[in-house]
Nanobody
Framework: QVQLVESGGGLVQVGGSLRLSCTAP????????MGWFRQAPGKEREFVAA????????YYTDSAQGRFSISRDNAKNTVYLQMNSLKPEDTGVYFC?????????????????????WGRGTQVTVSS
């Protein structure tokens, strides 16, 4: 399994921005679709954004569309989530996920969570 490591979370005020990063030390996922999920306190983990292996195709949940941007740098083996205009409801633990074999965004969105590789998450807190 590819072990993923997220970073970049923190405390930010409403309307602020954060950029999350995800990497896999010692491994590569340049041929795999990647995504970001989040889990708010007391709620189930939910999909946020996905990116194809090439970075050409992206897909977002409605609440992230227009405010968040997922990107990747395969040369650096890193996936990013740029989050702008943050709201209190964006608060939660953000997890990076990698498809084990798939290359398209649907391989993140439609694959059961147990069949994805995950990081341990990074906390994002948006204060009002």
């Amino acid at each position: 399994q590819v072990q993923l490591v997220e970073s970049g979370g923190g405390l930010v005020q409403v309307g602020g921005s954060l950029r999350l990063s995800c990497t896999a030390p010692g491994r590569t996922f340049s041929n795999n679709a990647m995504g970001w999920f989040r889990q708010a306190p007391g709620k189930e983990r939910e999909f946020v954004a996905a990116i194809s292996w090439s970075g050409i195709n992206t897909y977002y949940t409605d609440s992230a569309q227009g405010r968040f941007s997922i990107s990747r740098d395969n040369a650096k083996n890193t996936v990013y989530l740029q989050m702008n205009s943050l709201k209190p409801e964006d608060t939660g633990v953000y997890f990076c996920a990698a498809s084990r074999t798939g290359q398209s965004t649907t391989d993140i969105v439609q694959t059961p969570p147990d069949n994805l590789n995950w990081g341990r998450g990074t906390q994002v807190t948006v204060s009002s």
